[in-house]
């Protein structure tokens, strides 16, 4: 019972809306069933938790029918009709706050009633309307929805036939579709990039050869993805200074949701940019997270953990622990899905132990996770790794060195990028150990020759190739 539709659709609503649900319920235009209304009353009682011991069906029903003998396909088919009715609720609740979409609505109907002077006044309240609207992807819909009805509304006039309203009509649905176009191109582009994810791009060489050169300042949004599009096509600092000065600009006019993916697109540039080799942009990725924390994007009650790993490290890199810890305390009940949860919690507090060179309590943190993520498997081997190297644990180094090339081997997710990042990692860790093993203290010249092997890796896997070159330093200024 607690775990029907119904209930479960019920739990979402307000207190405010279950007092309109209830006067919906009620309303003889909407529901003439008094058995109905009464089965409702007796849930409502329950609301909003619906969890008490005494709510089940045979008590509800009891209270609806009184003595008589439980049938329960008859209160099924009550709680049917009362869900059917919730839906009804939750379409009109959704509409009545939709006011442009009722305004094009309106229009149509104004319309196919030949109703001239109701047109033009509920015209007149839309463009007020859609002037003040965040120009989203809704935007460009509803002024193509509004020019497509007014193509066909003022068709004809005293003066003959309105040529120009085609032409209206064809603009409104270019932006709207160059629009879409462009904002699907780029979140492909971004997590082929990123992700390592292919994508059937069809007919994005014709698009973008007619949009590249073009100028879209009075179109904020589709400027913003034809710059995500440039940056991913470049890699180039000059497209990422380009997207941020964009955003600051047009910031207060665009969506959430293109303001979401503007800083999840300037956080993978900048993971990009950390994976070349360019530590600068730690900062760059930190403020990104907070921005995107502070505006609200990860809600508290469900954040994905790899997210919430991302995050939490983002702030320990640049030492803002006190951030981090707050941030910790208030996402960790949210985190999903809720088995990863004390894994994840157990990798905090061994990064960040690991980050301040508490190394034997970040290693029995890091020893406490078992995540089911191969991504996630690879952060706790390499820096247990690291780990084990400064503790001078060498014998248990070279065994979970070999461990880790046996899993890269055996582990089929994996890309390729991430294999030979991971694998030039623990050559160049091995070649580090043998020598510090061999107490090479006065030939400087090895460990010169390892510190520019480990500066020409490819990649810089989760700071790596820094570390690496750090310790080599370390060696050579004592000696």
Known sequence: MKNTKLISLLKTFT??????????????????????????????????????????????????FGIEKFDYFKIRNIFSDIYQLALSFLLLSTSERNKIQNSITLLKEFHERKLDNLYLQKERQFKKEIDIHTKDEFFYYANYQHSKINASHYKYEKFGYKFDLIQDEFDS??????????????????????GNIDFKMEMFDEIWSYV??????????????????????SRDEKDFAGLKEMYEKYETVLSREDIFFILLEMNSYAAYRLKSGDESYYG???????????????????????????????????????????????YKNGISPKEETDNTINFCRGYIDFTLQKFDSALEYFAKTNFKLFLAKVMVRNYTLRILYENNLFEQA?????????????EKLISMEVVTAQNEFLKYLAELINLKIESVKSDNERFLILEKQINN???????????????????????
């Open 15 to 64: 207190k405010a809306e279950l007092v309109k649900f209830k006067d919906f319920v009620q309303s003889p235009y909407f529901n003439k069933n008094r058995l109905i209304i009464k089965t409702y009353e007796e849930l409502s009682k329950y609301s909003p938790e619906f969890d008490s011991p005494d709510f089940t069906e045979q008590n509800v029903y009891l209270k609806v």
């Open 212 to 233: 590249k050169e073009k100028d879209f300042s009075d179109f904020p949004s589709i400027q913003v993805y034809k710059q995500i599009i440039m940056l991913e096509l």
């Open 398 to 410: 070279f065994s979970a060195i070999d461990s880790f090339k046996q899993y890269l081997k055996s």
């Open 284 to 330: 760059i990725r930190y403020n990104n997270f907070r921005e995107i924390i502070e505006k609200n994007f990860f809600s508290e009650h469900y954040i994905l953990f790899m997210n919430f790993i991302s995050v939490y490290t983002s702030a320990c890199v640049v030492g803002d622990y006190e951030w981090a810890a707050d941030f910790a305390e208030q």
């Open 457 to 479: 890796m490819s990649s810089n896997p989760l700071g790596s190739k820094f570390w690496l070159i750090k310790k080599v330093n370390e060696i050579t200024k004592d000696n």
């Open 173 to 194: 649905f270019l932006s709207y579709s160059l629009h879409n176009l462009l904002k699907h191109y780029a979140k492909m582009m971004t997590n082929k990039n990123h």
